[in-house]
């Protein structure tokens, strides 16, 4: 099958400059029986994150006395994408879980929780390309209005390598028929991008690729952050009112 043109006339499929974002939209507080919770929209995904705790970890022989456990789920509903997928988690989610709980565990200020678990459910309600870097920054934002106390924010943004230009959060098309594709989480302090917490990449770049695809991950990350920030603020003016 032939690869189709996904850059015409110095613009993407979806009318995008190659350093412009997908529309995002981020709510907070939309479940009432979660500590925490963040519905979002980054171009057509759909993510939803609940967040459980700090609470008694059970079975309590995974407890740890001088910290919490963090346990995170990333999942995609069997509706979510075009051909309806397998409930229960596949090794694709089982990974997504891992990487994602290890981007935040060391944000969250655990040594606050001793012997407590906290639980981020994040569930994929409709994919379209770059769904462990929505969820991400959906759990990001649940953890906080958790109340959770961590060292910043976690925001995550993907860049990939299409038509041979590096191209910041790839829709569905670029994700399936580009070159590269690399998903960076960034730890978000005091305004200002203190470390990566997540890289990886499936394709290939050069290196001065790979330099160009991060500073531009940089920038679509503080735009995110930005968002986060202005909904939890939302939230709160909201409750005081």
Do not use: W
């Amino acid at each position: 099958m032939e690869k189709p043109k996904l850059i015409v006339d110095g613009k993407r499929l979806d009318g995008r400059g190659f350093e412009e974002l997908r529309p995002i939209k981020i709510e907070v507080g939309v479940l009432k029986r979660a500590d925490g919770s963040c519905y979002l929209e980054m171009g057509k995904n759909k993510i939803i994150a609940a967040v459980y705790g700090p609470r008694e970890v059970h079975p309590r022989h995974l407890q740890d006395p001088s910290k919490a456990v963090i346990r995170y789920r990333y999942n995609m509903a069997p509706f979510s994408v075009e051909e309806r997928k397998k409930p229960g988690p596949d090794r694709r989610s089982v990974e997504i879980s891992k990487v994602s709980r290890e981007a935040l565990e060391p944000v969250i200020m655990k040594e606050l929780f001793p012997r407590s678990g906290i639980d981020v459910f994040v569930e994929v309600l409709q994919a379209d390309a770059g769904t462990r870097t929505a969820c991400l920054n959906a759990a990001s934002v649940a953890l906080i209005d958790a109340g959770v106390m961590m060292k910043g924010i976690v925001t995550a943004v993907a860049v990939a390598k299409v038509d041979g230009q590096i191209v910041l959060d790839p829709m569905k098309e670029e994700d399936f028929y580009g070159e590269a594709d690399m998903p960076v989480a960034f730890l978000i302090r005091n305004d200002q991008i203190e470390s990566i917490a997540l890289l990886q990449m499936d394709g290939r770049m050069t290196v001065e690729e790979v330099k160009k695809g991060i500073e531009l991950a940089k920038k679509g990350a503080m735009e995110i952050y930005r968002m986060q920030r202005e909904a939890v603020m939302k939230k709160y003016v909201k409750e005081e009112e």
